[in-house]
Protein backbone atom coordinates (compact mmCIF):
# COMPACT_ATOMS: atom_id res chain seq x y z
CA UNK A 1 0.00 0.00 0.00
CA UNK A 2 2.56 2.60 1.07
CA UNK A 3 4.30 2.02 -2.51
CA UNK A 4 1.58 2.79 -4.63
CA UNK A 5 0.88 5.77 -2.59
CA UNK A 6 4.18 6.84 -2.63
CA UNK A 7 4.38 7.78 -6.55
CA UNK A 8 1.22 9.24 -6.51
CA UNK A 9 1.65 11.95 -4.33
CA UNK A 10 5.00 12.19 -5.76
CA UNK A 11 3.77 13.35 -9.28
CA UNK A 12 1.83 16.24 -8.18
CA UNK A 13 2.65 18.61 -5.28
CA UNK A 14 0.48 21.37 -3.56
CA UNK A 15 -2.08 21.28 -1.27
CA UNK A 16 -4.56 19.81 -3.81
CA UNK A 17 -2.59 16.66 -4.61
CA UNK A 18 -2.72 16.63 -0.77
CA UNK A 19 -6.33 16.79 0.17
CA UNK A 20 -6.65 14.18 -2.50
CA UNK A 21 -4.75 11.95 -1.04
CA UNK A 22 -6.44 12.76 2.77
CA UNK A 23 -10.09 12.16 0.71
CA UNK A 24 -8.25 8.74 -1.28
CA UNK A 25 -9.16 5.79 1.78
CA UNK A 26 -12.55 5.23 0.80
CA UNK A 27 -11.77 6.36 -2.54
CA UNK A 28 -9.11 3.28 -2.98
CA UNK A 29 -11.63 1.13 -1.56
CA UNK A 30 -14.46 1.52 -4.46
CA UNK A 31 -11.24 1.33 -6.94
CA UNK A 32 -9.86 -1.95 -5.46
CA UNK A 33 -13.80 -3.13 -5.44
CA UNK A 34 -13.79 -1.97 -9.30
CA UNK A 35 -11.25 -3.47 -10.18
CA UNK A 36 -12.00 -6.40 -8.74
CA UNK A 37 -15.08 -6.64 -10.70
CA UNK A 38 -13.07 -6.01 -14.29
CA UNK A 39 -11.01 -8.71 -13.11
CA UNK A 40 -13.99 -11.30 -12.59
CA UNK A 41 -15.86 -10.50 -15.83
CA UNK A 42 -12.72 -9.83 -18.31
CA UNK A 43 -9.72 -11.48 -17.10
CA UNK A 44 -8.05 -9.85 -19.78
CA UNK A 45 -4.86 -7.82 -19.07
CA UNK A 46 -5.84 -4.66 -21.84
CA UNK A 47 -9.22 -4.57 -20.39
CA UNK A 48 -7.91 -5.05 -16.84
CA UNK A 49 -5.55 -1.90 -17.41
CA UNK A 50 -8.34 0.26 -18.99
CA UNK A 51 -10.47 -0.60 -16.40
CA UNK A 52 -7.97 0.32 -13.70
CA UNK A 53 -7.60 3.67 -15.36
CA UNK A 54 -10.95 4.80 -15.41
CA UNK A 55 -12.00 3.56 -11.98
CA UNK A 56 -8.57 5.64 -10.50
CA UNK A 57 -9.79 8.81 -13.36
CA UNK A 58 -13.40 8.25 -11.94
CA UNK A 59 -11.72 8.61 -8.26
CA UNK A 60 -10.03 12.01 -8.79
CA UNK A 61 -13.48 13.58 -10.10
CA UNK A 62 -14.83 12.11 -7.00
CA UNK A 63 -12.39 13.81 -4.89
CA UNK A 64 -12.22 17.11 -6.38
CA UNK A 65 -16.16 16.95 -6.57
CA UNK A 66 -16.32 16.40 -2.58
CA UNK A 67 -13.78 19.06 -1.79
CA UNK A 68 -14.98 21.63 -3.41
CA UNK A 69 -18.18 21.45 -1.60
CA UNK A 70 -18.59 23.92 1.15
CA UNK A 71 -19.43 21.67 3.73
CA UNK A 72 -22.77 21.77 5.20
CA UNK A 73 -23.13 25.42 4.08
CA UNK A 74 -26.62 25.60 2.02
CA UNK A 75 -28.57 23.21 5.18
CA UNK A 76 -27.83 25.84 6.98
CA UNK A 77 -29.17 29.12 5.20
CA UNK A 78 -33.03 30.06 6.38
CA UNK A 79 -34.65 30.34 3.09
CA UNK A 80 -35.23 33.88 3.19
CA UNK A 81 -31.31 34.57 2.62
CA UNK A 82 -31.09 33.04 -0.38
CA UNK A 83 -28.40 35.40 -1.80
CA UNK A 84 -26.79 35.35 1.63
CA UNK A 85 -25.96 31.80 0.91
CA UNK A 86 -25.43 32.37 -2.55
CA UNK A 87 -22.75 35.20 -1.87
CA UNK A 88 -19.36 33.45 0.40
CA UNK A 89 -19.52 29.41 -1.27
CA UNK A 90 -15.62 29.23 -0.94
CA UNK A 91 -15.00 30.42 2.22
CA UNK A 92 -15.97 28.88 4.89
CA UNK A 93 -15.03 31.40 7.53
CA UNK A 94 -17.33 34.54 8.70
CA UNK A 95 -18.02 37.01 5.57
CA UNK A 96 -16.32 40.20 6.48
CA UNK A 97 -19.39 41.73 4.46
CA UNK A 98 -21.68 43.90 5.02
CA UNK A 99 -23.14 42.93 8.56
CA UNK A 100 -26.23 41.34 7.59
CA UNK A 101 -28.95 41.68 9.63
CA UNK A 102 -31.34 40.53 6.53
CA UNK A 103 -33.94 38.93 8.47
CA UNK A 104 -35.10 41.39 10.27
CA UNK A 105 -34.43 45.15 9.55
CA UNK A 106 -35.13 45.90 5.99
CA UNK A 107 -39.13 45.32 6.27
CA UNK A 108 -38.95 47.35 9.56
CA UNK A 109 -36.84 50.15 8.00
CA UNK A 110 -38.78 49.61 4.75
CA UNK A 111 -42.14 50.48 6.21
CA UNK A 112 -42.63 54.09 6.03
CA UNK A 113 -43.82 56.02 8.69
CA UNK A 114 -47.65 54.78 8.87
CA UNK A 115 -50.06 56.97 6.81
CA UNK A 116 -52.23 58.96 9.87
CA UNK A 117 -54.87 56.52 10.66
CA UNK A 118 -58.19 57.37 7.97
CA UNK A 119 -60.46 58.45 11.45
CA UNK A 120 -59.03 61.98 10.91
CA UNK A 121 -59.02 64.06 8.10
CA UNK A 122 -60.78 61.81 6.09
CA UNK A 123 -64.39 63.22 7.49
CA UNK A 124 -64.12 65.94 5.23
CA UNK A 125 -67.71 66.68 4.67
CA UNK A 126 -66.76 67.73 1.03
CA UNK A 127 -68.87 66.72 -1.72
CA UNK A 128 -66.00 65.63 -4.43
CA UNK A 129 -63.15 64.39 -1.73
CA UNK A 130 -62.25 61.05 -1.57
CA UNK A 131 -59.81 59.57 0.89
CA UNK A 132 -59.27 56.70 -1.19
CA UNK A 133 -56.74 58.18 -3.48
CA UNK A 134 -53.10 56.60 -3.49
CA UNK A 135 -51.99 55.73 0.11
CA UNK A 136 -49.22 54.30 -1.01
CA UNK A 137 -47.49 57.38 -1.12
CA UNK A 138 -46.58 57.19 2.02
CA UNK A 139 -42.93 56.24 1.28
CA UNK A 140 -40.27 59.18 1.05
CA UNK A 141 -40.82 60.08 4.81
CA UNK A 142 -38.16 59.95 7.75
CA UNK A 143 -34.78 60.47 5.55
CA UNK A 144 -33.30 59.49 8.58
CA UNK A 145 -34.46 55.88 8.80
CA UNK A 146 -33.80 55.67 5.02
CA UNK A 147 -29.84 56.18 5.85
CA UNK A 148 -30.08 53.23 8.22
CA UNK A 149 -31.07 50.85 5.40
CA UNK A 150 -28.78 47.95 4.52
CA UNK A 151 -27.42 48.58 0.71
CA UNK A 152 -28.66 44.95 -0.36
CA UNK A 153 -30.78 42.54 -2.18
CA UNK A 154 -34.14 43.40 -3.33
CA UNK A 155 -34.14 45.89 -5.08
CA UNK A 156 -35.23 49.18 -3.50
CA UNK A 157 -38.03 50.69 -4.60
CA UNK A 158 -36.85 54.15 -6.80
CA UNK A 159 -37.23 56.66 -4.45
CA UNK A 160 -38.25 59.79 -6.09
CA UNK A 161 -37.05 62.14 -3.33
CA UNK A 162 -39.50 63.73 -0.45
CA UNK A 163 -41.42 66.50 -2.55
CA UNK A 164 -41.04 70.09 -1.88
CA UNK A 165 -44.79 69.74 0.25
CA UNK A 166 -43.09 67.89 2.74
CA UNK A 167 -39.54 69.40 2.49
CA UNK A 168 -40.76 73.11 3.29
CA UNK A 169 -43.33 71.62 5.68
CA UNK A 170 -43.04 73.42 9.22
CA UNK A 171 -43.54 70.14 10.87
CA UNK A 172 -46.48 69.97 12.91
CA UNK A 173 -48.81 66.31 13.33
CA UNK A 174 -52.58 65.15 13.81
CA UNK A 175 -52.87 62.98 15.96
CA UNK A 176 -56.10 60.79 16.95
CA UNK A 177 -56.22 61.55 20.26
CA UNK A 178 -56.98 65.15 19.93
CA UNK A 179 -58.72 67.63 17.40
CA UNK A 180 -56.66 69.06 15.20
CA UNK A 181 -56.96 72.84 13.76
CA UNK A 182 -54.93 74.83 11.31
CA UNK A 183 -54.99 78.63 11.37
CA UNK A 184 -54.59 79.74 7.79
CA UNK A 185 -53.89 83.81 7.03
CA UNK A 186 -54.12 84.58 3.24
CA UNK A 187 -53.49 88.23 1.79
CA UNK A 188 -49.89 88.47 3.37
CA UNK A 189 -47.08 90.67 2.11
CA UNK A 190 -48.82 93.51 1.09
CA UNK A 191 -49.44 95.54 4.14
CA UNK A 192 -46.32 94.81 5.65
CA UNK A 193 -46.71 96.36 8.80
CA UNK A 194 -49.58 93.79 9.37
CA UNK A 195 -48.35 91.14 7.96
CA UNK A 196 -45.30 91.29 10.31
CA UNK A 197 -47.33 91.22 13.32
CA UNK A 198 -49.26 87.99 11.77
CA UNK A 199 -45.73 86.84 11.88
CA UNK A 200 -45.19 87.37 15.48
CA UNK A 201 -48.41 85.63 16.68
CA UNK A 202 -47.59 82.27 18.67
CA UNK A 203 -47.84 79.63 15.84
CA UNK A 204 -47.32 77.43 13.72
CA UNK A 205 -49.58 79.19 11.34
CA UNK A 206 -49.56 78.91 7.74
CA UNK A 207 -49.26 82.39 6.03
CA UNK A 208 -50.27 82.50 2.52
CA UNK A 209 -48.51 85.32 0.17
CA UNK A 210 -49.45 87.19 -2.60
CA UNK A 211 -47.01 87.00 -5.57
CA UNK A 212 -46.98 91.03 -6.14
CA UNK A 213 -46.25 92.05 -2.78
CA UNK A 214 -43.22 93.42 -2.27
CA UNK A 215 -39.60 92.01 -1.07
CA UNK A 216 -41.30 88.84 -0.70
CA UNK A 217 -38.37 86.65 0.28
CA UNK A 218 -37.12 89.03 2.98
CA UNK A 219 -40.88 88.69 4.72
CA UNK A 220 -41.12 85.31 3.97
CA UNK A 221 -37.66 84.24 5.28
CA UNK A 222 -38.38 85.95 8.34
CA UNK A 223 -42.02 84.87 8.86
CA UNK A 224 -40.70 81.45 8.08
CA UNK A 225 -37.87 81.52 10.48
CA UNK A 226 -39.97 82.86 13.50
CA UNK A 227 -41.86 78.89 13.36
CA UNK A 228 -44.73 79.60 10.35
CA UNK A 229 -45.50 77.41 7.33
CA UNK A 230 -45.59 79.34 4.24
CA UNK A 231 -48.08 79.29 1.02
CA UNK A 232 -48.22 80.58 -2.25
CA UNK A 233 -51.79 82.83 -2.58
CA UNK A 234 -52.07 83.22 -6.42
CA UNK A 235 -54.40 85.94 -7.44
CA UNK A 236 -57.55 84.09 -9.58
CA UNK A 237 -60.70 86.24 -11.15
CA UNK A 238 -63.70 86.30 -8.94
CA UNK A 239 -66.92 85.92 -10.26
CA UNK A 240 -67.82 89.52 -8.26
CA UNK A 241 -67.01 92.94 -9.41
CA UNK A 242 -63.14 92.76 -7.04
CA UNK A 243 -60.14 93.35 -8.42
CA UNK A 244 -57.68 90.04 -7.70
CA UNK A 245 -54.68 92.30 -8.54
CA UNK A 246 -51.62 92.28 -10.87
CA UNK A 247 -51.29 89.35 -13.36
CA UNK A 248 -54.07 87.32 -12.00
CA UNK A 249 -55.27 84.07 -13.50
CA UNK A 250 -58.12 85.39 -15.52
CA UNK A 251 -60.24 83.24 -17.58
CA UNK A 252 -60.42 85.35 -20.62
CA UNK A 253 -56.76 84.81 -21.06
CA UNK A 254 -55.24 82.37 -23.67
CA UNK A 255 -53.64 79.40 -21.96
CA UNK A 256 -49.91 80.05 -22.24
CA UNK A 257 -50.52 83.73 -20.62
CA UNK A 258 -52.13 82.04 -17.75
CA UNK A 259 -49.50 79.91 -17.82
CA UNK A 260 -47.13 82.29 -17.90
CA UNK A 261 -48.45 83.91 -15.18
CA UNK A 262 -48.54 81.08 -13.08
CA UNK A 263 -44.65 80.71 -13.58
CA UNK A 264 -44.15 84.16 -12.62
CA UNK A 265 -46.57 83.68 -9.44
CA UNK A 266 -44.68 80.28 -8.33
CA UNK A 267 -41.13 82.05 -8.90
CA UNK A 268 -42.07 84.93 -6.70
CA UNK A 269 -40.15 83.39 -3.37
CA UNK A 270 -39.49 79.84 -1.64
CA UNK A 271 -40.04 77.85 0.88
CA UNK A 272 -43.65 77.65 0.60
CA UNK A 273 -45.55 74.14 1.08
CA UNK A 274 -48.27 75.38 -1.76
CA UNK A 275 -50.78 77.00 -3.02
CA UNK A 276 -53.86 78.50 -2.69
CA UNK A 277 -56.14 80.61 -4.36
CA UNK A 278 -56.88 84.67 -3.47
CA UNK A 279 -60.06 85.04 -4.85
CA UNK A 280 -61.14 83.18 -7.81
CA UNK A 281 -64.42 81.96 -7.62
CA UNK A 282 -65.14 82.33 -11.37
CA UNK A 283 -61.66 80.59 -12.23
CA UNK A 284 -61.67 78.10 -9.76
CA UNK A 285 -65.08 76.83 -11.19
CA UNK A 286 -63.62 76.47 -14.90
CA UNK A 287 -62.52 73.00 -14.50
CA UNK A 288 -60.71 73.12 -17.98
CA UNK A 289 -58.50 75.70 -17.20
CA UNK A 290 -57.98 74.37 -13.45
CA UNK A 291 -56.77 71.44 -14.92
CA UNK A 292 -53.23 72.56 -16.65
CA UNK A 293 -52.70 74.72 -13.05
CA UNK A 294 -53.28 72.09 -10.60
CA UNK A 295 -51.31 69.62 -13.00
CA UNK A 296 -48.35 72.33 -12.59
CA UNK A 297 -48.79 72.77 -9.01
CA UNK A 298 -48.61 68.97 -8.85
CA UNK A 299 -45.69 68.41 -11.05
CA UNK A 300 -43.43 70.31 -8.99
CA UNK A 301 -44.10 68.59 -6.02
CA UNK A 302 -46.31 71.33 -4.28
CA UNK A 303 -50.23 70.95 -2.43
CA UNK A 304 -53.25 72.79 -3.08
CA UNK A 305 -55.45 74.61 -0.49
CA UNK A 306 -58.51 75.10 -2.04
CA UNK A 307 -60.14 78.20 -0.44
CA UNK A 308 -63.29 77.70 -1.35
CA UNK A 309 -64.31 81.13 -2.51
CA UNK A 310 -66.89 79.49 -4.06
CA UNK A 311 -68.72 75.59 -3.71
CA UNK A 312 -68.11 74.97 -7.22
CA UNK A 313 -64.38 75.22 -7.43
CA UNK A 314 -63.23 72.22 -9.68
CA UNK A 315 -60.02 71.52 -7.55
CA UNK A 316 -61.79 69.04 -5.18
CA UNK A 317 -62.54 67.24 -7.82
CA UNK A 318 -59.45 67.02 -9.99
CA UNK A 319 -56.65 66.62 -6.78
CA UNK A 320 -57.47 62.69 -6.77
CA UNK A 321 -56.52 61.89 -10.19
CA UNK A 322 -53.86 64.32 -10.22
CA UNK A 323 -52.50 62.64 -6.78
CA UNK A 324 -52.70 66.26 -6.26
CA UNK A 325 -52.24 66.41 -2.45
CA UNK A 326 -55.12 68.47 -1.31
CA UNK A 327 -56.91 70.36 1.21
CA UNK A 328 -60.16 72.56 1.51
CA UNK A 329 -61.04 75.63 3.73
CA UNK A 330 -63.71 74.77 6.15
CA UNK A 331 -64.27 78.36 7.73
CA UNK A 332 -63.48 81.89 6.99
CA UNK A 333 -62.94 83.62 9.80
CA UNK A 334 -63.59 87.38 9.08
CA UNK A 335 -65.65 87.88 6.25
CA UNK A 336 -66.90 90.30 9.17
CA UNK A 337 -64.18 92.25 11.23
CA UNK A 338 -64.75 92.27 14.55
CA UNK A 339 -63.02 90.80 17.11
CA UNK A 340 -66.69 89.14 18.70
CA UNK A 341 -67.18 88.05 15.01
CA UNK A 342 -63.89 86.53 14.37
CA UNK A 343 -63.90 85.21 18.11
CA UNK A 344 -67.08 83.19 17.49
CA UNK A 345 -65.98 82.17 13.63
CA UNK A 346 -62.98 80.51 16.04
CA UNK A 347 -65.27 78.91 18.23
CA UNK A 348 -66.81 77.66 15.06
CA UNK A 349 -63.56 76.29 13.93
CA UNK A 350 -63.21 74.27 17.20
CA UNK A 351 -66.88 72.61 16.78
CA UNK A 352 -65.83 71.85 13.04
CA UNK A 353 -62.25 70.13 14.61
CA UNK A 354 -64.18 68.35 16.94
CA UNK A 355 -66.68 66.81 14.48
CA UNK A 356 -64.01 66.10 11.95
CA UNK A 357 -60.87 65.89 14.15
CA UNK A 358 -59.46 68.51 11.75
CA UNK A 359 -60.28 72.23 10.67
CA UNK A 360 -58.43 74.87 8.39
CA UNK A 361 -59.60 78.45 9.05
CA UNK A 362 -58.82 81.00 6.61
CA UNK A 363 -58.09 85.33 7.94
CA UNK A 364 -56.46 87.94 7.04
CA UNK A 365 -54.41 90.54 8.40
CA UNK A 366 -56.96 92.63 9.49
CA UNK A 367 -56.82 94.69 13.64
CA UNK A 368 -59.63 92.35 14.46
CA UNK A 369 -58.08 88.76 13.13
CA UNK A 370 -55.17 89.67 14.48
CA UNK A 371 -56.32 90.74 18.14
CA UNK A 372 -59.13 87.89 18.29
CA UNK A 373 -56.00 85.29 16.99
CA UNK A 374 -53.36 87.12 19.92
CA UNK A 375 -55.99 86.22 22.63
CA UNK A 376 -57.11 82.77 20.95
CA UNK A 377 -53.62 80.79 20.48
CA UNK A 378 -52.12 81.03 23.19
CA UNK A 379 -54.90 78.81 25.04
CA UNK A 380 -55.41 76.65 22.10
CA UNK A 381 -53.68 73.72 23.32
CA UNK A 382 -54.86 73.53 26.54
CA UNK A 383 -58.58 73.49 25.55
CA UNK A 384 -57.57 70.13 23.77
CA UNK A 385 -56.58 70.98 20.61
CA UNK A 386 -53.46 70.25 18.40
CA UNK A 387 -52.27 73.58 16.28
CA UNK A 388 -50.70 72.01 12.96
CA UNK A 389 -50.20 73.43 9.89
CA UNK A 390 -52.38 73.00 6.21
CA UNK A 391 -49.37 70.49 5.66
CA UNK A 392 -50.23 68.47 8.46
CA UNK A 393 -53.75 67.99 7.21
CA UNK A 394 -52.52 66.70 4.30
CA UNK A 395 -50.71 64.22 5.52
CA UNK A 396 -52.83 62.97 7.91
CA UNK A 397 -55.70 62.88 5.01
CA UNK A 398 -53.04 60.63 2.91
CA UNK A 399 -53.70 62.12 -0.45
CA UNK A 400 -51.71 62.50 -3.22
CA UNK A 401 -47.85 62.14 -3.37
ZN1 LIG B 1 -56.88 86.41 -0.64
Known sequence: MARTRKPASGRKSGPRSRRKTAARPGIMARAASAFATVQRLAGHPVGLALSVLAALTATVVTADHFLSRPATRPATAPPAQVQVAVKPPPVPAAPPLPAQPLPAVPPVAETPEPVEPPPLGVTEPEPGTNPDAAPAMAAPEKPAETALLPPPVAAPPPRTGVPLWQRNAVPTRVTPDRPAIAIVIDDMGLDRKRSARVAGLAGPLTLAWLPYAHDLPTQTKAARAAGHELMLHLPMEPSVKADPGPNALLTSL?????????????????????VNNHMGSRFTADRALMAPVLAEVQKRGLLWLDSRTTPNSAASGLAPPLHLPFAGRDVFLDNVETVAAVRAQLARTEAVARHQGVAIAIGHPHDATIEALAAWLPDVQKRGFALVTVSAVVRARGVGG
Open 254 to 274: PAEEIRRRLTAALASFEGYVG
